[in-house]
């Protein structure tokens, strides 16, 4: 079992930055990728942005390529979301999420690592980011 903890949630103007962080404890060998999504009372839940914790490789929504930048400290179990040029668009609540190697799962229609929920097992209890106009 993996437990996630997000923090770095804020307040900004527009054009700001700001970086969230989500730190993982339990069993964390068994972790291979680990995403960050986002979700508001008027859209379901989008992926932002996920990464292969094994060699770095990272896939990223449209809406957010050139301004985010996900990364990941395998020695401090901590993943990371810096947002540059935020805009009002952006404000959600930010979920960070991994997956469980041990843990059957079925996503279709895309390559790793995933944007798709359906490839996550643990999730956290969400950050907010508000950002104003």
């Known amino acids: 079992h993996v437990e996630v903890l997000e923090s770095g949630g804020d307040s900004v103007q527009a054009g700001g930055s700001l970086t969230l962080a989500c730190t993982a404890s339990?069993?964390?060998?068994?972790?291979?990728?680990m995403a960050w999504f986002r979700q508001t009372s008027e859209k379901e839940r989008e992926g932002v942005a996920a990464?292969?914790?094994?060699?770095?490789?990272?896939r990223y929504a449209d809406s957010v390529k050139g301004r985010f930048t996900i990364s990941a400290d395998n020695a401090k179990n901590t993943l990371y979301l810096q947002m540059n040029s935020l805009k009002p668009e952006d404000t959600a609540m930010y979920y960070c999420?991994?997956?469980?190697?041990?843990?059957?799962?079925?996503?279709?229609?895309?390559?790793?690592?995933?944007?798709?929920?359906?490839?996550?097992?643990?999730w956290g209890q969400g950050i907010q980011v508000t950002v104003s106009s």
């Open positions: 999420a991994t997956d469980d190697r041990d843990v059957w799962t079925v996503v279709t229609g895309e390559e790793p690592p995933y944007l798709g929920q359906n490839a996550y097992v643990y």
């Open positions: 339990g069993d964390t060998d068994s972790v291979g990728y």
């Open positions: 990464i292969d914790t094994d060699d770095g490789t990272t």
